[in-house]
Structures are given as C-alpha cells and as structure tokens.
C-alpha cells in the first residue's frame, strides 16, 4: 500500500492508503471514483533540476552542467492526478517531461549527502509541463516554467523505489520517453545536500529530479501518462486555451 492524500465523499481532506484500485481511511474503503485523488503534499516550493540526464541535455543541444542547475516553481504550479491542465495561449511549443520527484518529510538545511535519506519522506510521479516558446527567452523562466498547474504530481507516495528504477512518460498510449533514474548525472543526496546549502526545505516541499531525453509537444486534448517503477502511473489530460 502506498500513502495518498485525497478529498472523501464528503469533502473532507483525508491521508490514506491506495490499495487495489480503492483508498482505504480507518475501517472505510473508497471506489476512486467516489474520491479526489490530491497531491502527495503542498509545497511551500518545487526545486526543479535541469539537465540530469546527458541526453536529454544532447535533445535541447545544451552542455551538461558541472552543478545542479536548479529552478523554482510555486504552489500555484501543482496540479493533481486526474486533473485537466489548461496550456498557456498563444504558445506553439509547450511540452511534457516526465520526472522523479522527493518529497520532503522534516525542514532541513545543509544537509550532508549521508544524511540525506533522513529528510526524505517518499517519491512520486511528476510532469514539470513546460512553455518552450518563454523559456528559451528568457532567463529566470517563470514564464516558461511556473505557469498555473505546471507541475502535475502524484498519485500516491511511496517510501522505496528501485536504484534503477524506470520512467516512462506516454501521449495517448504512445512512449514518448523511456529511460531510468540510474541514468541521472547528480544523485538524490547531492542534489539534496546542493539544495539545502543555500535554501531551507520544509516538510512537504518538492524536488524534481530532472526530466530523460524524448521530450515532447503537448496538444489539445491529449491524455498522459507518468509510470515510474515503485510507484505507479500519474494521469492527466491537457487542454488548450480557446
């Protein structure tokens, strides 16, 4: 069973478990469709890294970086399982990249790499959706990157993940990415202790590990999938703005 966070039938926000296409809260089972699947947690911040994987760095034909290369994207970006992401107007190259993200369990700061699996509370699927057209503009990519519900996460936390565990991101049931987080160019300890050197993290808030190479355009009414192995498939749809 996996911890889900989630809205029962009568609106109150529960933590649970995700067993058996069913959320289990105390001695009741719900039907996922009797239930809003939410996200694993409410940042106070995403940290998104750049360029963790060498080819996918190659695709966007930029040089891999000798540090993290960290971003931000605010609350207002998270969007759940299940969800309907509406695309910026007017935007001709907004797309997909399917990422490994960590919660945060306890604030921290500076935090050794040996110490780093002390602060993680679980992992998650995440899609940081992305507005190529500002991004390549400009250069704090708020624009490109912090748009509203940019950040699609969930649907369940997970304590345990292979070492090499893999990602895939599909569009309408055709692969777009597939690759495994044993490829990143920065561990999860180094980015945590690179992050909390300079920010402190508080329980709940977000790291996004970096996104393989095949990303791709989102269009309208396209369905996604994020399947990350030991932890599941996130789902959402996406339409354009009219």
């Not at 933590?15 to 105390?26: C, I, N, R, T």
């Not at 190529?132 to 940019?150: H, S």
Request: hydrophobic content about 35%; charged content about 30%; glycine content about 8%.
């Amino acid at each position: 069973m996996d911890d889900v966070r989630f809205r029962d039938p009568a609106g109150t926000v529960r933590e649970g478990l995700w067993h058996d296409d069913h959320v289990h809260f105390g001695d009741d089972a719900y039907d996922l469709e009797e239930v809003d699947v939410l996200a694993p947690s409410e940042p106070t911040k995403i940290v998104c890294v750049g360029r963790n994987y060498a080819r996918h760095a190659d695709e966007r034909g930029e040089d891999v970086p000798d540090r993290p290369l960290l971003f931000l994207k605010p609350p207002n970006a998270v969007a759940t399982h299940g969800s309907t992401i509406t695309l910026p107007e007017g935007k001709d190259r907004v797309e997909h990249e399917a990422e490994l993200a960590v919660v945060i369990d306890r604030q921290c700061k500076d935090v050794a790499p040996e110490d780093a699996e002390d602060v993680i509370r679980g992992y998650t699927c995440f899609n940081d959706i992305s507005n190529r057209d500002d991004q390549d503009r400009e250069q704090n990519w708020i624009r490109g990157k912090a748009f509203d519900n940019a950040a699609p996460m969930g649907p369940v936390l997970t304590e345990d993940i292979p070492d090499d565990a893999a990602i895939r991101l599909r569009v309408n049931g055709q692969t777009r990415q597939d690759s495994s987080i044993e490829h990143f160019i920065f561990s999860i300890p180094e980015l945590i202790a690179e992050i909390t050197a300079y920010m402190t993290l508080e329980p709940g808030d977000v790291i996004a590990t970096g996104t393989p190479e095949g990303v791709g355009p989102l269009t309208d009414g396209d369905h996604v999938e994020v399947e990350i192995e030991g932890v599941g498939t996130l789902e959402h749809e996406v339409r354009q703005a009219e």
